[in-house]
């Protein structure tokens, strides 16, 4: 299994960037996928999943409105679209799959996990 993120940089508060995970060694299609973000000196945050067919979505309150999740099963990738983004947006974000078509939030509910993807928004 492997999953690679991608996208993440330097921006300036109100920017858009776009992460894309890339996944294989899995039925991709089977599996919900979910994002998530890690600040300094803090723990491991849940910011969006997806159910394993795209139908289904959620988000934290702190993103909700401003990101995007979505998939794309035909090419095993998983998007996130933030917008308007903060200066406490500033994280490393990582892509997890999850083995069940059933989206979750919690950290513990994912098996596997990409590197990161730094993403750092300036005021």
């Known amino acids: 299994v492997r999953l690679a993120e991608s996208g993440g940089g330097l921006v300036s508060a109100g920017d858009s960037l776009r992460l894309s995970c890339a996944a294989s060694?899995?039925?991709?299609?089977?599996?919900?996928m979910g994002w998530f973000r890690q600040a300094p000196g803090k723990g491991r945050e849940f910011v969006a999943t997806?159910?394993?067919?795209?139908?289904?979505?959620a988000y934290a309150d702190s993103v909700k409105g401003r990101f995007a999740i979505s998939r794309d099963n035909a090419n095993n990738m998983v998007y996130l679209q933030m917008n308007t983004l903060k200066p406490e947006d500033t994280a490393i974000y990582y892509c997890?799959?999850?083995?069940?078509?059933?989206?979750?939030?919690?950290?513990?509910?994912?098996?596997?996990w990409g590197q990161g993807t730094q993403v750092t928004v300036s005021s």
């Open positions: 997806i159910n394993s067919n795209g139908e289904r979505l």
């Open positions: 997890a799959s999850r083995p069940s078509v059933v989206m979750a939030v919690e950290v513990s509910a994912y098996d596997y």
């Open positions: 060694g899995f039925v991709f299609s089977d599996y919900a």
